[in-house]
């Protein structure tokens, strides 16, 4: 009867310090991931790990995921082994004792997390799209064309390479790899 712990953080910068910092563990799994789906490491552990008996800590159920589906489905199979599931934050326990308010609340606040996550895309879509309708250049590059045969013929007349970015209003870089690209036709 272990007391296992599951900390999730979405990206590397963000810190897991704050997770079940004062519960005691027997054995931690921690990844810096996104919860959007279930194809995760150190979950994959987790799972393979736990057994009949077992408390499996979470923080809050968003750590856990983001997908209703992928929730439901992850608790059911920790339940299927035998394991309970206690989420600190909401104050909710899955398993046995688990009752209809209980998994009603669990629906719920599952179906929250993954709103969230829809929401957080939703505004990261219209900042996007802000940026660019402002003229801002966003996403890799600024997306406009490049005249390739007037650069190699700029390059073929004797320009430099510092000139012809000049002139054609490009990086040097961009030019350098376009005649790396004719080098080698």
């Given at each position: ?12 910068q963000?810190?897991t310090?704050?997770?079940l910092?004062d519960?005691?563990l027997?054995?931690v799994?921690t990844?810096k991931?996104?919860g959007?789906n279930?194809e995760?490491?150190?979950l994959?552990?987790?799972l393979?790990?736990?057994?009949e008996g ?6 809050e ?5 983001r997908n209703v ?5 992850i608790?059911?199979?920790?339940k299927g082994k035998?394991a309970?599931i206690?989420?600190?934050?909401e104050r ?20 929250v997390?993954q709103?969230?996550r829809?929401?957080m895309?939703?505004?990261q879509?219209?900042?996007y799209?802000?940026?660019k309708a402002a ?8 997306g406009k064309?490049?005249d390739?045969?007037g650069?190699?013929?700029?390059l ?6 510092r000139?012809?970015a000049?002139?054609f209003?490009?990086?040097?870089q961009?030019?350098q ?5 004719q080098?080698?036709k």
């Open positions: 009867m272990a007391n296992v712990g599951y900390i999730r953080v979405s990206s590397i963000q810190n310090e704050r997770q910092a519960i005691p027997d054995k799994f990844e991931v996104s959007k279930a995760r490491e150190q994959n552990a987790l393979n790990y736990v057994r077992d408390t499996v800590h979470v923080h159920l968003s750590r856990l995921g589906r992928d929730l439901l489905t608790i059911e199979e920790l035998g309970s206690h989420f600190h934050k909710l326990v899955a398993g046995a004792d688990e009752d209809a308010v209980s998994r009603m609340m669990l629906n719920v606040l599952a179906s997390a709103m969230e829809e929401m895309l939703e505004r879509a219209e900042g799209a802000a940026a003229g801002r250049i966003v996403g890799r590059g600024n064309a490049v390739r045969i650069i190699v013929s700029a073929a007349g004797g320009g430099s390479i000139q012809v000049k002139d209003g490009i990086s040097t961009t030019v790899r376009i005649k790396k690209e080098e080698f």
